[in-house]
């Protein structure tokens, strides 16, 4: 089982950036996926989740409106959208599912 991350790196406030996660080694289609992130000197957090059809999505409050989680079980991929990011976004974002989790891809948002 391999997740792998990317799509980070620095933005200014108000930016945009779009992470994706190739996932292999499972049957991806029937799985949840998941994004967390950790930011600086805080513990790993929950920030987005998606069922394993794609048809049901949940977030953290903080990111609600503008943060959006996809899949596309065609390439064994997951997305994480992130709009209007905010200084506090800044963290290492993590996908995970089959209880399996990625390297992490840096997320800085700074001007």
Known sequence: VQLVESGGGLVQPGGSLRLSCA???????YYDMNWYRQGPGKGRELV???TGTGDTTNYR??????FTISRD????MVYLQMNSLKPEDTAVYYCSGFDAWG????????S
């Open 103 to 110: 390297q992490g891809t840096q997320v800085t948002v700074s």
């Open 23 to 29: 996932a292999s080694g499972f049957n991806f289609r």
């Open 73 to 76: 079980n065609a390439k064994n």
């Open 61 to 66: 409050d903080s990111v609600k409106g503008r």
């Open 48 to 50: 987005a989740t998606i």
